[in-house]
């Protein structure tokens, strides 16, 4: 498997990080099997720089092939979509993926694509697309098992866990952790994965002064859930955009204190699995 980060930022892109070495761009990620089919998570703002790598990259006559897997709608995670190279190609096949009933998820990206908030409207871009619903059942996409658990978050995030033979990786990008010990849902999910990218939008100082009930987590949060849940290597993100890159080096710093195998995810990262 290979992970590729192109957006770790949440809320909002900031124009004050352009000069991060986490990035400005907010959750997009590109996922890939072992046997070299993908699946993008997310369409924040860094889904452009990977639309405009694939329609480069694919010869102009053969068929573009993209599947986007959402993990809920708030606009941090769909804002780079109207943005997403292929979805003006004709020869592009889009399949849209979401917990949604496919015609709820269809009407929501064509809200977000409408004048006068954006001047082409969804349905009228050439592309091909397909729009289907991942069940409690889990799914196959792009030849990885693919398994969710509700999160905790407003109007509801779904966490993914892709599978490839021996190598797995969860994706739990928005959560609140419960009050009291952890989400069992979520460490059940992440049980002895391979990867583990949690939300670490506040400090635990920050979350104690005004941020409960926002539906965001901390670093420590991430570490319980990754010792309890056994992963191998824990990745923060979803990061702060008021957070500048000192401040998520000491959170990192903290939580490599209590679990050693804490990185910080970051735009333009590739994980080999
Ligand atoms: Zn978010
Ligand atoms: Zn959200």
Not at 60 to 83: K, N, S, Y
Not at 129 to 156: C, D, N, S, W, Y
Not at 230 to 251: C, K, Y
Request: glycine share 8%; hydrophobic share 40%; net charge positive.
């Amino acid at each position: 498997m290979r992970i590729e980060f192109f957006g770790v930022r949440g809320s909002f892109p900031s124009a004050d990080r352009c000069e991060s070495r986490y990035g400005a761009a907010t959750p997009c990620a590109r996922i890939e099997s072992a046997a070299g089919d993908a699946v993008i998570l997310d369409a924040g703002t860094g889904l452009r720089m990977l639309g405009t790598r694939m329609a480069k990259k694919a010869p102009t006559e053969a068929p573009l092939r993209a599947t986007i897997l959402f993990t809920h709608f708030h606009l941090d995670h769909v804002f780079g979509l109207p943005f997403f190279d292929p979805l003006f190609l004709p020869r592009a096949e889009i399949t849209f993926i979401s917990w949604l009933d496919p015609e709820e998820m269809h009407e929501i990206l064509g809200r977000l694509m409408k004048a006068p908030l954006f001047p082409v409207a969804f349905d009228e871009t050439p592309c091909r697309k397909t729009f289907l619903r991942i069940g409690p059942e889990g799914a196959t996409i792009g030849g990885m098992r693919v398994q969710r658990a509700q999160l905790r978050h407003p109007q509801g995030c779904m966490a993914y866990r892709f599978e490839d033979g021996k190598r797995s990786a969860v994706f739990a990008t928005d959560t609140e952790h419960p009050e009291e010990g952890i989400d069992n849902r979520l460490a059940e999910l992440a049980r002895k994965a391979s990867l583990f990218v949690y939300d670490a939008m506040y400090t635990p100082e920050e979350y104690a002064q005004g941020r409960k009930g926002w539906g965001h987590s901390t670093w420590e949060q991430g570490v319980e859930l990754a010792r309890a849940a056994r992963v191998e290597r824990l990745f923060l993100s979803h990061l702060n955009p008021e957070h500048d890159d000192r401040t998520i080096g000491r959170m990192r710093k903290a939580a490599k204190i209590r679990f050693r195998p804490t990185e910080c995810a970051a735009a333009g990262l590739v994980v080999k699995l």
